[in-house]
């Protein structure tokens, strides 16, 4: 056997030569087979990968899930109407129409007769109304700031509760609260905070302040002459309703409700008189959430 055939030294041998132009169209075959495995090993983990998400997506059932609905249900209690109001569209209860509607999966509404109202959104971040008139009976199960209602002057935010509100289509109205709490937002900014038990009147202005049952009526409008008596008058069941009126008053009169709240509900270390009476926002909500509530 020559050298050739180790280290391509030595004389050629003509019989060697002819094989290796045989087999030299054989020499990249191997490389390629390497790719071709490869590149099937990935497409079948590509495959199985699908194949999991599409398990997951189908839940195990064997079908895809449902696109979230764009509509609610409705059931007429008196009076007939829609069976289901559309995202964009109105549902209106005439003199003696009332319905229930179905808040997506987490509570129902009652429209009273003579109320109108519009589906704005619905989706897991927001379920939303118009109210542009009449009434409405809200019981919602959901995480707060999920369920809202607009109406011509504030939006009611619920905080997971049970309440009514009514208002006319100028923006004049009422909320009262029967369990949880709700936030009353302004147009103009003001937010009035009402818990269980109390009301809040609702002006073309915007929300007015909470009150319990037995407040004195001056307390109620912050710029009439009846506020001075009235602060002399409050109780502790007070407490809510001046806590809104320190930012509510002139700064004359200012010094004189935050005065009186800390005589019927005394602040604590985080609440300082000086910067309440300033407007700081830390020390006023800090002082709310020591308020007695009845």
């Keep these: 056997m020559t050298d050739y055939l180790w280290d391509k030294s030595g004389p050629v041998d ?20 390497r790719r071709a495995l490869l590149w099937g090993a990935v497409a079948a ?7 999991i998400l599409l398990v997951a997506l189908l839940g195990g059932e064997g079908t895809l899930p449902a696109a979230p609905s764009r509509s609610w249900e409705v059931t007429w209690l008196e009076g007939q109407g829609d ?8 549902l209106e ?11 997506a999966d987490i509570g129902r509404v009652d429209l009273a007769p003579n109320t109108r109202v519009r589906l704005v959104a619905t989706g897991e971040d927001e379920h939303r109304l118009d109210l542009r008139r009449g009434r409405l009976q809200a019981l919602v ?38 369990s949880g709490h709700v936030d009353l937002e302004g147009r103009d900014g003001r937010t009035s905070y009402v818990p269980r038990g109390a009301s809040c009147r609702i002006s073309r202005a915007g929300p007015g302040v909470p009150w319990f049952e037995g407040a004195p009526e001056g307390l109620l409008d912050p710029a009439g002459d009846a506020l001075v008596p009235a602060l002399a008058a409050a109780l502790p069941r007070d407490a809510l309703t001046l806590w809104h009126l320190i930012a509510r008053v002139d700064e004359a009169r200012r010094g ?11 602040p604590p270390p985080g609440a300082p008189l000086d910067l309440c009476r300033k407007l700081d926002r830390d020390a006023l909500l800090a002082w709310r959430d020591t308020l007695p509530l009845p």
Excluded at 45 to 51: D, H, L, M, Q
Excluded at 145 to 164: E, S
């Design 14 to 33: 003509p019989e060697v030569l002819r094989l290796e132009g045989l087999l030299g169209r054989y020499r990249h075959r191997a490389p390629r087979r």
């Design 256 to 266: 004189a409700v935050v005065g009186r709240l800390a005589e019927i509900a005394p």
């Design 45 to 51: 983990s590509a495959a199985v990968a699908a194949a």
């Design 83 to 90: 069976s289901r109001i559309e995202v964009g569209g109105w």
């Design 93 to 103: 209860t005439d003199d003696a129409g009332r319905a229930r509607v179905k808040v």
């Design 141 to 178: 199960y959901a995480p707060p700031r999920l369920f809202l209602v607009d109406t011509p002057a504030a939006t009611a935010v619920d905080l997971g509760c049970a309440y009514t509100l009514e208002v006319d289509e100028s923006g004049t109205g009422l909320l009262r609260v029967d």
